[in-house]
């Protein structure tokens, strides 16, 4: 039962900014990592951002000063701010949480995904 719902993506010119949301629910006891990964059509899906609990980062090279992931532990929520967008960003975004439910359980659970769409 838990879910992981993502939000913010759209249709952006280049060099414009979007910021996604993902808000996880359900039986959940701790979320130790909250991840962001992207997939284009045709290609391998791919870590774009990653944080730890404790805060920690990891961005790709592609989007290193662009893109700024953070959470927020007492919500179970985590962004991705994504600015001086490139048509190369065009993907679709995905949320990914390495969780604890209530019973005990580890659990990797993944969001339906948001389309982000980047025009020249």
């Known amino acids: 039962q838990v879910q992981l719902v993502e939000s913010g993506g759209g249709l952006v010119q280049a060099g414009g900014s979007l910021r996604l949301s993902c808000v996880a629910s359900g039986s959940i006891r701790s979320i130790n990592s909250l991840d962001w990964y992207r997939q284009a059509p045709g290609k391998q899906r791919e870590l774009v951002a990653a944080?730890?609990?404790?805060?920690?980062?990891n961005y790709a090279d592609s989007v290193k000063g662009r893109f700024t992931i953070s959470r927020d532990n007492a919500k179970n929520t985590v962004y991705l701010q994504m600015n001086s967008l490139k048509p190369e960003d065009t993907a679709v975004y995905y949320c990914n949480a390495d969780l604890v439910t209530w019973m005990g359980r580890t659990r990797s659970v993944w969001g339906q995904g948001t389309q982000v769409t980047v025009s020249s």
């Open positions: 944080i730890a609990i404790g805060g920690s980062t």
